[in-house]
T-cell receptor, first 118, second 111 residues
Framework: NAGVTQTPKFQVLKTGQSMTLQCAQD?????MYWYRQDPGMGLRLIYYSASEGTTDKGEVPNGYNVSRLNKREFSLRLESAAPSQTSVYFC?????????????????FGEGSWLTVV | GDSVTQMEGPVTLSEEAFLTINCTYTATGYPSLFWYVQYPGEGLQLLLKATKADDKGSNKGFEATYRKETTSFHLEKGSVQVSDSAVYFC??????????FGAGTRLTVKP
């Protein structure tokens, strides 16, 4: 029962380098998300995808790009990493879209990717 | 805009103590409310939720009641265990918006 799987789990980058975080879910969910978690700030939404080929900006999209390759996969790319992007990144998915929170739409999270930019 | 405020941690308790983690929210409509738990090195897992006023969510001995009059959703457990040590996040979600998370409260339970 894999749920949401993301890779890599740990990564150290130099400023200016690029990398892609990969995410896949096996729950046949329509919606997928990328969040970042910073101390004292909870989770903040970077990007959201309601379906294959569609993406929307979240609260903190600057410096990131995403790609919804198919229903299962949603990748996050840092084109030119900056120290401010040092964080823990979580991929997530849900059956309903972001607008169905009022009916208790549950979001399922991956285990996280620890990224350090030096 | 919508927001969630939860009590600052860390919280340290002895095993079998009573736990309360306070959570209050600001919302323009009628949100669903959630508690998520994050164990060390893992992602967030849904602990419980409530979708309307006066609903009580419960799971694994934890419970929280959706109080519209006080805009609160406090998490309680009567007798904590060492295995409950984790970070707890309160969150809300409305029909038209994204899920908003509180900053998280770290709980450590000592034997």
């Amino acid at each position: 029962n894999a749920g949401v799987t993301q890779t890599p789990k740990f990564q150290v980058l130099k400023t200016g380098q690029s990398m892609t975080l990969q995410c896949a879910q096996d729950m046949n969910h329509n919606s997928m998300y990328w969040y970042r978690q910073d101390p004292g700030m909870g989770l903040r939404l970077i990007y959201y995808s309601a379906s294959e080929g569609t993406t929307d900006k979240g609260e903190v999209p600057n410096g990131y790009n995403v790609s919804r390759l198919n229903k299962r996969e949603f990748s996050l790319r840092l084109e030119s990493a900056a120290p401010s992007q040092t964080s823990v990144y979580f991929c997530a998915s849900s059956e309903g879209n972001r607008g169905y929170g009022g009916s208790g739409n549950t979001i399922y999270f991956g285990e996280g990717s620890w990224l350090t930019v030096v | 805009g919508d927001s969630v405020t939860q009590m600052e941690g860390p919280v340290t308790l002895s095993e079998e103590a009573f736990l309360t983690i306070n959570c209050t929210y600001t919302a323009t409509g009628y949100p669903s409310l959630f508690w998520y738990v994050q164990y060390p090195g893992e992602g967030l897992q849904l602990l419980l939720k409530a979708t309307k006023a006066d609903d009580k969510g419960s799971n694994k001995g934890f419970e929280a009641t959706y109080r519209k009059e006080t805009t609160s959703f406090h998490l309680e457990k009567g007798s904590v265990q060492v295995s409950d040590s984790a970070v707890y996040f309160c969150a809300l979600s409305e029909y038209w918006g994204d899920m908003r998370f509180g900053a998280g409260t770290r709980l450590t339970v000592k034997p």
